[in-house]
């Protein structure tokens, strides 16, 4: 290899930026694996596999969540426990979707949320890292959501990462479809230090 090809094999890869990896399992819920691999519950309602696809894809589909709950605000909500790496910076996203059905009112709302947890297992209970909560302003439309970056503190091993449809008023059920989900880190080098992490820094001096 001449030396300016060496060049610009260093020079992409300092400028080219990390491809960030989804820490999430089955989060295109591609058939046959349907909801594999997420726990979710089912007191307010039901969690199940819909055909529906985000990309159009036959041979995928999305997570459906029917909402009808006996109280104000009742919701369901599917998660998974992932590893993280302590003071690195994650996100979490989805697509989701609201179909104008007739026999659900679509009052209600999406949120994605990340709970940070010292064991392996999302037993030992740290901090809360992240909140976003999505509209769907037409229906029959597939709308992104995505949480703000979140730092994993000192001593997390994992993150438990929730994705919930909530119903607002009883009497109102409502119905979503989630769809390409995902829980990443953000990039390798925080250039800017946000919310003052500084965990994937060395302090050694040259």
């Not at 594999?36 to 596999?49: H, I, K, P």
């Not at 503190?153 to 109102?172: D, E, H, K, R």
Request: hydrophobic share 35%; charged share 15%; aromatic share 10%.
């Amino acid at each position: 290899m001449t030396r300016l090809a060496i060049a610009l094999s260093v020079v992409l890869m300092i400028t080219s930026p990390v491809v960030a990896q989804n820490l999430l399992v089955n989060p295109g819920f591609d058939n046959p694996d349907l909801l594999t691999d997420w726990t979710c519950t089912s007191g307010d309602g039901l969690a199940s596999w819909s055909t529906e696809d985000q990309s159009g894809s036959p041979d995928s589909g999305s997570m459906q969540h029917d909402v009808d709950g006996a109280a104000n605000n009742a919701k369901i909500w599917c998660t998974q426990c992932v590893p993280v790496t302590e003071l690195a910076s994650y996100v979490a996203s989805a697509w989701h979707y609201w179909p104008d059905d007739p026999d659900v009112t679509q009052v209600g709302s999406t949120r994605l949320s990340v709970y940070y947890y010292s064991d392996i297992g999302c037993t030992l209970f740290i901090e809360v890292g992240a909140n976003s909560t999505g509209t769907h302003s037409l229906l029959d439309t597939w709308y992104h959501l995505e949480t703000d970056e979140s730092i994993a503190p000192t001593g997390a091993m994992a993150a438990l990462v929730y994705f919930i449809t909530w119903q607002n008023f009883t009497g109102q059920p409502v119905r979503a479809r989630l769809d390409e989900l995902d829980f990443s880190t953000t990039i390798l080098f925080r250039d800017g230090f946000e919310t003052g992490g500084t965990g994937a820094w060395s302090s050694t001096s040259p």
